[in-house]
């Protein structure tokens, strides 16, 4: 059974880096064709693809965001760190890290945690 | 900000048809798997439809997927009470070197 849940702060303030992670289980991130991503939702609006980490440490990033984002794996401790620079109240959403598998040419997210809501404000 | 483009709303009577729409370009739909986001009030988004037209064990076959070219297309038939959500198209965008989401399209049954 594949879990994931985030974990981090619930409150930044403008200009300081979030740091957040997820813990997962019942998949590894050594396995080949296997990443884990980050996603986000603003209140009220749309799904934002934010970071991907692969198995063999690919990353990719949201070209918009690219400059403000890292993430890296501890496959030991079966966590993925997304950390973005200089938040402003606009970064306020709910964060999501979710499974991606690949095969062939198939890549889908097929599982997700719960989220958790990150809230910029002084 | 969102690269698929989704219709805002759609609308039907409980046991009737709601097809939703994805429209893309040739750097994601026109050269990748499409995959389809069910997102209930308050809660992450749920798979159900995977490589354009695959469903998730578990999911009913009440909800399909289809792609043409650079547009995709979700249809749940015998619309039910408890499909009023959010739904999201998602690929790869092979110019961009990143995932994309739709704009997202409220389902309401009247």
């Known amino acids: 059974q594949i879990t994931l849940k985030e974990s981090g702060p619930t409150l930044v303030k403008p200009t300081q880096t979030l740091t957040l992670t997820c813990t997962f289980s019942g998949f590894s991130l050594s396995t080949s064709g296997v990443g884990v991503g980050w996603i986000r939702q603003p209140p009220g609006k749309a799904l934002e693809w934010l970071a991907l980490i692969y198995w063999d440490d690919d990353k990719r990033y949201s070209p918009s965001l690219k400059s403000r984002l890292t993430i890296t794996k501890d496959t030991s401790k079966n966590q993925v760190v997304l950390t973005m620079t200089n938040m402003d109240p606009v970064d306020t959403a709910t964060y999501y890290c979710?499974?991606?598998?690949?095969?062939?040419?198939?890549?889908?997210?097929?599982?997700w945690g719960q989220g958790t809501l990150v809230t910029v404000s002084s | 900000q969102s690269v698929l483009t989704q219709p805002p709303s759609v609308s039907a009577a409980p046991g009737q048809k709601v097809t939703i729409s994805c429209s893309g370009s040739?750097?994601?739909?026109?050269?990748?798997?499409v995959s389809w986001y069910q997102q209930l009030p308050g809660t992450a988004p749920k798979l159900l439809i995977y490589?354009?037209?695959k469903r998730p064990s578990g999911i009913p076959d009440r909800f399909s997927g289809s792609k043409s070219g650079t547009s995709a297309t979700l249809g749940i038939t015998g619309l039910q009470t408890g499909d009023e959500a959010d739904y999201y198209c998602?690929?790869?965008?092979?110019?961009?070197?990143?995932?994309?989401f739709g704009t997202g399209t409220k389902v309401t049954v009247l």
């Open positions: 979710a499974h991606r598998g690949c095969s062939g040419g198939s890549c889908y997210s097929g599982y």
């Open positions: 998602g690929t790869w965008d092979n110019s961009l070197s990143a995932g994309v």
């Open positions: 490589d354009n037209n």
């Open positions: 040739t750097s994601n739909i026109g050269k990748n798997y």
